[in-house]
C-alpha cells in the first residue's frame, strides 16, 4: 500500500514514545502538529474491518519477513493511540538466516532437543522462520495475545512450537509451564523483554551484542554471537560431566568400604590388614592414573538419570566385594594358621582386582588409550607385587595362600559382575524416569 503524503519537509521531533513489549509501538510527537507512530499493525490499528485494506495487504505477503506498519495522526500520542489514526506505509523487513542454522538446528533434533521458537514478532512471521530453519512442529503455532488464562498456557507450552506475540511476562510464564511439566529449559536470548525467561530458565544463554540486563542475568555469554557454538558447548559440557560421572566412581569405592572396614575392625577387633603402603599401590595404579585418563577421553552421550545415584550404583559392586573379601579373609585368618603377613598380602591382591575390574567396566567402549591404561594398570599392579613386594610390604604366597587367592577371585569376579550388571539395569530404570 502507498502513502498518500506528498509533504517531504522535515520536521523535528518534539516528544519520543519508546518501543514497549506490552504496546508493540513506538513513536513521537512532532512540531508540524502530526504524531507518527511505527509498530505491529494489530496493535496500531485494533479495528480490523476499518483497516481492512491494510490487513489484506499484510495477509498477501508470503515472504518469511517481519512486518511493521507506519501510521500518523492529528493528535498527540500522550494519552496512547488516538483514534483517529492514518496508515501511511507497510514496511518489510527480511532477516538474512546464518549459512550453519540448518546444520546447528538438526544437531538439536538429533540430540532430542525440543525446539520451541518464543518471539514478539507476529505468528505467521515466527512460524514462516521456524519453517526456514527446519525445526520441527513449526506448523502447531500460537498468537500468545489469544491465551487468556493459565491453564491455556501450559496446553501451548507443552503442545505448539511456535509462540508470536508474547509479552516478557508470557515468555517466563512458558518456561515456568515447560519446567513444571518435567523438562529441562535452556533459553535464549539478548533483549530486556527476554530477563525474565533468562533468569526462571534451568540454563539460560545470552549473545555478546545483546543488552547489559541479558547478559548480566545469564549463565553463559556467547562472544561471537551465533548460536552455531553450542553444538561444541554441549558436547564439552557432555564430556565433562560424563567422564566425571565415570572417574568419580573410583574414588567413591575406596571411600565406601574403607568406612565399613573401620567400623567393623574397631568393633569386632581384628587385625586391619592395610598398611598405607599398600594403598600407595593401589590406588595409584586403580584410581589416579585410570581417573586421568577417562576424564579426558571424548565422550558425547547424553546425560540423563541422576548424577549422584549413577556414582554410587556403579561404585557399590566393587566396594561390596571389597568389604566381603576383607572381612572373609579376617574371619579365614582367626580360624586357620595363615601368616599375618600373608593375610594383608591377599588383602591388597584382592582389592587390587576389584578396582581393576570396576576399571575395565568403565572403560567400555574399548580404544587405543584405554586399552594402553589398563594394560599400563595391569603390568603395573605385577610389576609392584613381584619385583616391589618388599618395597609394598607384600611377601610370597604359600600353597594354601595362592589356593585360597584363586578361590576368592574366582569368586570375585562372578560375584561383581552380576552385581554390576544388576546395577547398570537399576541406572538405566533411573535414566527412563527423564526421558
Given at each position: 500500500?502507498?502513502?498518500t503524503?506528498?509533504?517531504?519537509?522535515?520536521?523535528?521531533?518534539?516528544?519520543f514514545?519508546?518501543?514497549?513489549?506490552?504496546?508493540?509501538?513506538?513513536?513521537?510527537d512532532?512540531?508540524?502538529?502530526?504524531?507518527?507512530?511505527?509498530?505491529?499493525?494489530?496493535?496500531?490499528?485494533?479495528?480490523?474491518?476499518?483497516?481492512?485494506?491494510?490487513?489484506?495487504?499484510?495477509?498477501?505477503?508470503?515472504?518469511?519477513?517481519?512486518?511493521?506498519?507506519?501510521?500518523?495522526?492529528?493528535?498527540?500520542l500522550?494519552?496512547?493511540?488516538?483514534?483517529?489514526?492514518?496508515?501511511?506505509?507497510?514496511?518489510?523487513?527480511?532477516?538474512?538466516?546464518?549459512?550453519?542454522?540448518n546444520?546447528t538446528?538438526?544437531?538439536?533434533?538429533?540430540?532430542?532437543?525440543?525446539?520451541?521458537?518464543?518471539?514478539?514478532?507476529?505468528?505467521?512471521?515466527?512460524?514462516?522462520?521456524?519453517?526456514?530453519?527446519?525445526?520441527?512442529?513449526?506448523?502447531?503455532?500460537?498468537?500468545m495475545?489469544?491465551?487468556?488464562?493459565?491453564?491455556?498456557?501450559?496446553?501451548?507450552?507443552?503442545?505448539?512450537?511456535?509462540?508470536?506475540?508474547?509479552?516478557?511476562?508470557?515468555?517466563?510464564?512458558?518456561?515456568?509451564?515447560?519446567?513444571?511439566?518435567?523438562?529441562?529449559?535452556?533459553m535464549?536470548?539478548?533483549?530486556?523483554?527476554?530477563?525474565?525467561?533468562?533468569?526462571?530458565?534451568?540454563?539460560?544463554?545470552a549473545?555478546?551484542?545483546?543488552s547489559?540486563?541479558?547478559?548480566?542475568?545469564?549463565?553463559?555469554?556467547?562472544?561471537?554471537?551465533?548460536?552455531a557454538?553450542m553444538?561444541?558447548?554441549?558436547?564439552e559440557?557432555?564430556?565433562?560431566?560424563?567422564?566425571?560421572?565415570?572417574?568419580?566412581?573410583?574414588?567413591?569405592?575406596k571411600?565406601?568400604?574403607?568406612?565399613?572396614?573401620?567400623?567393623?575392625?574397631?568393633?569386632?577387633?581384628m587385625?586391619?590388614?592395610?598398611?598405607p603402603?599398600?594403598?600407595?599401590?593401589?590406588?595409584?595404579?586403580?584410581?589416579?592414573?585410570?581417573?586421568?585418563?577417562?576424564a579426558l577421553?571424548?565422550?558425547?552421550?547424553?546425560?540423563?538419570?541422576?548424577?549422584?545415584?549413577n556414582?554410587?550404583?556403579?561404585?557399590?559392586?566393587?566396594?561390596?566385594?571389597?568389604?566381603?573379601?576383607?572381612?572373609?579373609?579376617?574371619v579365614?585368618?582367626?580360624?586357620?594358621?595363615?601368616?599375618?603377613?600373608?593375610?594383608?598380602?591377599?588383602?591388597?591382591?584382592?582389592?587390587?582386582?576389584?578396582?581393576?575390574?570396576?576399571?575395565?567396566?568403565?572403560?567400555?567402549?574399548?580404544?587405543?588409550?584405554?586399552?594402553?591404561?589398563?594394560?599400563?594398570?595391569?603390568?603395573?599392579?605385577?610389576?609392584?607385587?613381584?619385583?616391589?613386594?618388599?618395597?609394598?610390604?607384600?611377601?610370597?604366597?604359600?600353597?594354601?595362600?595362592?589356593?585360597?587367592?584363586?578361590?576368592?577371585?574366582?569368586f570375585?569376579?562372578?560375584?561383581?559382575?552380576l552385581?554390576?550388571?544388576?546395577?547398570?539395569k537399576?541406572?538405566?530404570?533411573?535414566?527412563?524416569?527423564?526421558?
Open positions: 500500500m502507498k502513502s503524503q506528498k509533504d517531504k519537509s522535515i520536521s523535528a521531533v518534539k516528544k514514545y519508546p518501543f514497549s513489549s506490552e504496546t508493540k509501538w513506538s513513536g513521537g512532532f512540531d508540524n502538529g502530526k504524531s507518527y507512530v511505527m509498530g505491529a499493525a494489530e496493535f496500531i490499528f485494533k479495528d480490523k474491518n476499518k483497516y481492512k485494506e491494510v490487513f489484506d495487504t499484510i495477509e498477501s505477503i508470503n515472504d518469511t519477513v517481519r512486518i511493521i506498519v507506519l501510521a500518523s495522526s492529528e493528535k498527540s500522550c494519552n496512547g493511540l488516538p483514534d483517529d489514526i492514518t496508515p501511511l506505509a507497510v514496511v518489510l523487513i527480511k532477516d538474512k538466516l546464518r549459512e550453519n542454522v546444520d538446528i538438526n544437531y538439536f533434533k538429533e540430540q532430542g532437543v525440543a525446539l520451541k521458537v518464543i518471539s514478539g514478532d507476529s505468528v505467521k512471521t515466527v512460524q514462516n522462520i521456524a519453517k526456514d530453519t527446519g525445526i520441527t512442529g513449526a506448523e502447531n503455532a500460537i498468537d495475545t489469544t491465551v487468556k488464562t493459565q491453564e491455556e498456557l501450559e496446553k501451548a507450552a507443552e503442545n505448539c512450537s511456535v509462540f508470536g506475540r508474547v509479552t516478557p511476562q508470557q515468555k517466563k510464564q512458558l518456561v515456568i509451564a515447560l519446567k513444571k511439566k518435567g523438562h529441562s529449559v535452556a535464549t536470548g539478548d533483549g530486556v523483554n527476554d530477563v525474565l525467561a533468562l533468569k526462571e530458565a534451568d540454563c539460560s544463554i549473545m555478546a551484542a545483546g547489559d540486563a541479558a547478559r548480566n542475568v545469564s549463565q553463559l555469554v556467547l562472544v561471537n554471537n551465533d548460536f557454538s553444538p561444541g558447548v554441549v558436547a559440557g557432555r564430556r565433562t560431566i560424563n567422564n566425571l560421572e565415570r572417574s568419580s566412581a573410583l574414588y567413591i569405592v571411600t565406601i568400604y574403607t568406612i565399613i572396614l573401620s567400623v567393623f575392625f574397631i568393633f569386632f577387633h587385625p586391619y590388614p592395610f598398611e603402603i599398600h594403598f600407595s599401590l593401589v590406588g595409584a595404579l586403580t584410581v589416579g592414573l585410570p581417573s586421568f585418563v577417562l577421553q571424548p565422550n558425547k552421550n547424553r546425560i540423563k538419570g541422576n548424577f549422584t545415584y556414582i554410587i550404583a556403579r561404585a557399590v559392586p566393587a566396594a561390596f566385594c571389597t568389604v566381603l573379601n576383607i572381612i572373609g579373609m579376617a579365614i585368618t582367626k580360624f586357620t594358621t595363615l601368616a599375618p603377613d600373608e593375610y594383608s598380602t591377599i588383602c591388597v591382591y584382592m582389592t587390587a582386582l576389584c578396582a581393576y575390574m570396576l576399571i575395565l567396566r568403565l572403560s567400555y567402549p574399548f580404544n587405543a588409550l584405554r586399552i594402553a591404561m589398563l594394560t599400563v594398570s595391569a603390568v603395573g599392579i605385577v610389576l609392584g607385587c613381584v619385583f616391589f613386594a618388599g618395597f609394598f610390604s607384600l611377601v610370597w604366597l604359600s600353597v594354601d595362600g595362592l589356593i585360597l587367592f584363586g578361590l576368592l577371585s574366582a570375585t569376579i562372578v560375584s561383581f559382575n552385581l554390576y550388571n544388576y546395577a547398570e537399576l541406572i538405566e530404570k533411573n535414566k527412563n524416569k527423564y526421558k
